[in-house]
């Protein structure tokens, strides 16, 4: 079974950036789309980007122009980079498949967006 790791959150102020990264344990992650969800507090976890195997790229709307979702096969690794971030960026960010596999969902990172 895959195991996901994220990394990378912090605390920021608004307009800032941060770069998450997601490493996968096993050889099936080339063929696999991946996705970045987020949970904000008090709200449903959400799709924040997603890329397939050969790199096409889908993004909430919320986060169009800000947001740059990456992978490299050859490191088992998914990167999620954030610039212009803003206070309703805050969260905690999670990588799985895209669509999610219940079963592949790991801690997350936490994201605060604050001055």
């Known amino acids: 079974q895959v195991q996901l790791v994220e990394s990378g959150g912090g605390l920021v102020q608004p307009g800032g950036s941060l770069r998450l990264s997601c490493a996968a344990s096993?050889?099936?992650?080339?063929?696999?789309?991946m996705g970045w969800y987020r949970q904000a507090p008090g709200k449903e976890r959400e799709l924040v980007a997603g890329?397939?195997?050969?790199?096409?790229?889908v993004y909430a709307d919320s986060v169009k122009g800000r947001f740059t979702i990456s992978r490299d096969n050859a490191k088992n690794t998914v990167y999620l980079q954030m610039n212009s971030l803003k206070p309703e960026d805050t969260a905690v960010y999670h990588c799985?498949?895209?669509?999610?596999?219940?079963?592949?969902w790991g801690q997350g990172t936490l994201v605060t967006v604050s001055s």
């Open positions: 890329i397939t195997s050969i790199g096409n790229t």
């Open positions: 799985n498949f895209y669509p999610a596999d219940l079963a592949a």
């Open positions: 096993g050889s099936i992650f080339r063929l696999r789309a």
